[in-house]
């Protein structure tokens, strides 16, 4: 991956998209120090795809991710605590 200035990226920007677009993806920094990476949309399609899902998808979707069995509400025995 090739390292671009910010002020080069902003002086240069349609040379640093085509750079990305032909080479792969293009890191920017500031001050020296590696703030942003620019990637091709094919890339970064693949990446959100590979992607595992938040928990919040996990819990708002409608498919059931195990078999796990709920005893029913006020059935469930208390474990009381042995005083010594």
Do not use: H
């Amino acid at each position: 991956m090739n390292a671009w200035s910010v002020q080069d990226a902003k002086a240069r920007f349609s040379e640093l998209l085509d750079t990305c677009v032909s080479e792969g993806p293009q890191v920017v920094t500031r001050r020296g120090v590696e703030t942003a990476v620019l990637v091709p949309i094919a890339e970064w399609k693949r990446l959100r795809d590979a992607a595992r899902p938040s928990l919040k998808q996990l819990l708002l979707s409608a498919s059931t991710r195990s078999n796990l069995t709920l005893p029913i509400r006020g059935r469930a025995t208390r474990r009381f605590v042995l005083e010594l």
